[in-house]
């Protein structure tokens, strides 16, 4: 009678387990997510905007808690062919040493 009693319970906690988990697995706030993004930049812009941060991530966007959203989505490269307009840094030289003898 144990063993049934035993076994009988281990099945619904397994269920209730399952169940609730995947109930849990979306919140009726979860609208955004990584995807919806351009860029790992917007989706920070996003964040900072809303006011969210490690303890109030309702999209779960930081799901490393590090307050850092959507970091590790691969984005798709830019396809934007435009250059920058990139400075040139010349060496600098090297102080000249004086003779002291």
């Given at each position: 009678?144990?063993?049934?009693?035993?076994?009988?319970?281990?099945?619904?906690?397994?269920?209730?387990?399952?169940?609730?988990?995947?109930?849990?697995?979306?919140?009726?706030?979860?609208?955004?997510?990584?995807?919806h993004f351009?860029?790992?930049q917007d989706a920070q812009a996003f964040w900072d905007q809303n006011g969210y941060g490690v303890g109030?991530?309702?999209h779960r966007l930081d799901?490393?808690?590090?307050?850092?959203p959507c970091e590790d989505y691969k984005y798709p490269k830019s396809t934007n062919t435009t250059t920058e307009n990139k400075e040139t840094t010349k060496p600098q030289e090297q102080p000249k040493q004086e003779n002291t003898k």
């Open positions: 009678m144990k063993k049934l009693l035993a076994s009988a319970t281990a099945v619904t906690l397994l269920t209730v387990g399952y169940s609730s988990s995947a109930f849990a697995a979306k919140s009726p706030n979860d609208t955004k997510n990584c995807g351009k860029s790992q109030n991530d309702p799901n490393d808690k590090d307050g850092i």
